[in-house]
């Protein structure tokens, strides 16, 4: 039996990982949610095993953001303790050391669609809607949304979002690079799962060292991202997967992959 309360995690032997919310009925982002959250991806960055995880909701709704209710009987120096946890769940997701995916029905609302913005790409069900909320509430986004959003799609975009407070739908998110795929309603799990499918095929330490790469070297002038490129690839070179994956194909068999 799991040991949390409003999530669970499920394993598959292919190193697919599942982080599932369910906190009905909208998955709202209160204190024990988000405590049991900080808890397991901590536990998840590091399982050695993980190649790719899923956030997931077990009900109609991804995530409706921060828990109304409960945020009315904090004061301000709870909110000033509070959101900087939220926050830490973000940049805990973005830092994972294997890619995520964040597979959104329903509602992806304040802090929900900053989580889905936490992760490496974005599966929306085609009647979901997305949007950062927190303007028309008279504050703004607290856990990375006005950092994450610009980076992702551009700071005029990332404006009209915020600034609108509007749900956006998942065409339109579509549309403005927020979401990377739709899938019918119906399809979402079996989407996310295809997705994570193909990552988890491939080779586990060059995945994690291109994850790597990428994030380590956006900021950097493309002269010294390309030698940090370079250092990153020098360590899949004596790996057992890099020989494992030139023997699959001589053999013209699907590779062994090992992590190793």
């Known amino acids: 039996m799991s040991r949390y309360e409003t999530i669970r995690i499920e394993s598959e032997p292919n190193g697919m990982r599942r982080l599932v919310m369910d906190r009905p009925p909208v998955n709202a982002l209160g204190r024990v949610l988000v405590d049991e959250m900080t808890d397991a991806l901590a536990a ?6 993980a190649r790719c995880l899923i956030l997931i909701s077990a009900g109609k709704h991804f995530c409706a953001g921060a828990d109304l209710k409960e945020r009315k009987t904090m004061t301000v120096d709870d909110v000033r303790a509070f959101v900087p946890k939220l926050a830490g769940v973000c940049e805990g ?14 509602v992806a609302a304040g802090g929900g669609c900053e989580l889905a913005l936490a992760c490496d790409f974005r599966v929306l069900a085609e009647s979901s809607k997305i ?3 927190e303007t028309a509430l008279a504050i703004i986004p607290g856990a990375g949304g006005t950092q994450r959003l610009p980076r992702l799609v551009g700071a005029a975009v990332a404006k009209r979002w915020i600034f609108t407070a509007e749900l956006f739908s998942a065409e339109a998110a ?21 997705v994570a499918g193909l990552i988890c095929a491939n080779g586990p330490v060059a ?23 370079w250092e990153r690839y020098q360590k899949v070179l004596e790996t057992h997967d890099r020989t494992e994956a030139l023997a699959a194909f001589a053999e013209k068999r699907p590779p062994r992959f090992e992590g190793r």
């Open 44 to 49: 998840l960055s590091s399982d050695d095993d």
């Open 93 to 106: 997701l973005a830092a994972l050391p294997f890619p995520s995916i964040a597979a959104v029905s329903g």
């Open 131 to 133: 949007g950062l909320r």
């Open 174 to 194: 579509l549309r403005d690079g927020v979401a990377q795929l739709v899938a019918t309603d119906d399809g979402l799990a079996d989407e996310a799962n295809r």
């Open 207 to 229: 995945i994690r060292l291109a994850k790597q790469a990428i994030e380590l070297g956006l900021d950097l002038p493309l002269q010294e991202a390309l030698a940090l490129e």
